[in-house]
């Protein structure tokens, strides 16, 4: 079985795909023979997917990024900081595209103290990653320089999202929760009178689990996303429109993006 493991790795890179897949095979024969644990099987297989990833398959979307906007009240963002329960923010002035650096929640005991202090000086440099960073060249950066959290651009140099160290590690060991974590996930969908609510942000994936539906799109990966492709536009409050044996209604957009639907099964 060793010897098998072992061979995965010799051959030139030409023969890459076929080691890892050869690896893999491999690994799962130990596994139902009992000479690694599933807990030991599962990390290393999430180990061997990392290179496989880049920093856009896990990072958090711009449009869901908690950003401290040193544009409003000082009051005003002070509370979101409190409510979300994360312990650093990029932080930008008016737009997310002009970040100016990292503000850490623990700092804000400063502006306790004194709050003539400017937030502003208490930024840390904040670290830019290109959407097609390799997770395991990131693990690697995140290790060397210390840092914790990045922010995601894409080709034109806007930024597109936000990853953290702990992102990356939930790849390799599962999730990793702690007393400030939420799941917030059994409320996005809820019964009401004739149907039920569905917040925009459910994966299609918990969607189709929910109803026993089939729905797929191969560009979004929430319920909100595939409505607005459907719509070939971005729906305004109280558009409709039916697809896969249900029925739509927009409840609350903005400009930007569906928040909330209602939704008839047909």
């Not at 503000?103 to 290109?130: G, T, W």
């Not at 039920?196 to 799109?217: C, H, S």
Request: glycine fraction near 6%; include cysteine; aromatic fraction near 6%.
């Amino acid at each position: 079985m060793f010897d098998r493991i072992t061979s995965a790795f010799r051959g030139d890179e030409d023969d890459a795909g076929a080691a890892k897949s050869d690896l893999a095979e491999a690994l799962a024969e130990a596994r139902a023979q009992g000479i690694i644990s599933a807990d030991a099987y599962s990390m290393i297989e999430g180990a061997l997917k990392v290179s496989d990833l880049r920093a856009s398959d896990l990072m958090i979307p711009r449009a869901q990024v908690d950003a401290v906007d040193f544009s409003l009240p000082r009051d005003e963002w002070i509370r979101m900081v409190i409510a979300s329960g994360h312990s650093r923010f990029p932080a930008a002035d008016g737009d997310l595209d002009d970040v100016l650096g990292i503000l850490h929640a623990k700092d804000l005991i400063k502006l306790l103290v004194d709050p003539k202090i400017d937030p502003k000086a208490l930024l840390r440099p904040a670290r830019f990653i290109p959407e097609t960073q390799p997770l395991n060249v990131l693990l690697r950066d995140f290790k060397s320089t210390r840092s914790h959290i990045a922010l995601v651009i894409d080709e034109f140099g806007s930024v597109s999202g936000l990853i953290t160290i702990e992102d990356v590690l939930e790849q390799i060991v599962g999730d990793i929760s702690d007393e400030f974590d939420r799941d917030d996930s059994k409320a996005n969908i809820v019964p009401a009178e004739n149907g039920w609510r569905v917040k925009a942000v459910t994966p299609i994936e918990q969607f189709n689990d929910y109803f026993g539906a089939d729905l797929v799109d191969h560009y979004c990966e929430t319920i909100g996303g595939l409505v607005t492709d459907r719509f070939e536009h971005v729906p305004k409050t109280g558009e409709v429109i039916e697809e896969g044996g249900y029925r739509f209604r927009i409840e609350r957009a903005d400009e930007r993006q569906v928040e909330l639907l209602t939704v008839e099964r047909l």
